[in-house]
């Protein structure tokens, strides 16, 4: 070889590298960018919050630790658990929490919300599917940016997956499943990461003699169990009563009883291994599905997608799907009235009741939008 070659050779290679680097530095940014939260402004019925490593310390400084904001009333009464962003690509189950916490008041009891369940999941997204990192909410003043993750603890935060996933419970899953919260109850204090964030959410609830514990979710429009209450048997008759008061109410939402072989689960779990009564909601979210279009802003936030109304006309789908769609407005009203339903129909049982104001109804998320019950940035109230 000429030593001209070798000259170009070496130039190439230099420059090549430069290229990489430059691409890796780019990346990076974007990368890093996904490990800092976007922030939330606690509304006037907040009046404290916790880390959920208050509840679990092996937790502290790492990737699943996570904020809980407590409502307090001035009226002594039960307590009250929501739990958003268990799979941050069901958006509509963090947003739910975000409004409750900017929005609502207590007057008896307590409400512990916490916003983004798998914090770690919210710094990521899902190999393949193209979602976008972050998703925005037009408001009265402009818009805010929120984060659209994965459905799974972020890799960089516990890796490798086991080819079989034995959880906590007992039961045998597909090895992925490793990340997934949800499967992961009731948690282990020396298991890996999400299984301590499990431990961490079941120790909240006992910590805190939680009488209610209600866990936000979306499904595929072609999931069975969808636009439903799944509860543990000892809920299952309040959610039933609260099934037939939403009716009344001209929201359809079925009840399922929570399955005994079927482990790992927040309405399985939560029921077992502590006193509370455990529920789980579910709402249609296109953006999930296999038979969806591009995974865009757009679809995420107006829930319009003709591959699914197609679908639906060939009754392949388990809930009706229009050329209007699912938008993220009628996912999170829908979270918010079935939330306040089932607190309303536990009252009715209860002399330690939690009474929760402020609650936006479906119809008035729909007519005003979601935008209309956040609050505008304001950096002496916001936190991470």
Known sequence: MTPQRKYGTWWT?????????????????DFLAMRVDLPIYPGL????????????????????DTMAYILQGDEPGGTAFVLGGTHPNEPASSLAAIVLIESARVTRGRLVVIPRANRSAFTCSEPQEGY???????????????????????????????VIYINAAGQSLAGSEVRNLN?????????????????????????????MAIDLHE?????????AIVAHEDALNIAAEAAMFLEFEGM????????DNLRGLSHREWGDATDTLALLVEAPNPAQGRLRGRTSVEL??????????????????????????HPIDERVGRHLQTIAMLLEVYNEYTDKGVVVVDVPT??????????AFLLQPNTTNATN
């Open 45 to 64: 019925g907040v009046t404290s919050t916790a880390m959920l490593s208050d509840y679990f310390a092996p937790l502290k400084g790492t990737a699943a």
């Open 183 to 211: 499967r992961s109850y009731p948690g282990s204090p020396d298991g890996n990461l999400t299984e301590q964030l499990a431990y961490a959410i079941v120790e909240l609830i006992r910590q805190e003699d939680v009488d």
């Open 219 to 227: 499904a595929s429009p072609e999931y069975p169990v969808i636009n």
């Open 13 to 29: 290679a230099l420059f090549l590298l430069l290229l990489v680097g430059g691409v890796l530095l780019i990346v990076s940014h």
């Open 252 to 259: 359809q939402i079925g009840v399922e009883r929570s399955p």
């Open 300 to 325: 995420i936030v107006e829930g319009i997608d003709p591959f699914y109304v197609r679908a639906a006309q060939r009754g392949l789908l388990y809930v009706p799907f229009f050329e209007a769609g």
């Open 132 to 162: 976008p990192q972050t998703y925005t909410i037009e408001t009265a003043n402009g818009s805010r940016e929120f984060r659209y993750g994965s459905r799974g603890t972020n890799p960089v935060d516990q890796w490798p997956d086991p």
């Open 362 to 371: 479906l119809s008035s998320v729909l007519e005003h939008g979601v935008g």
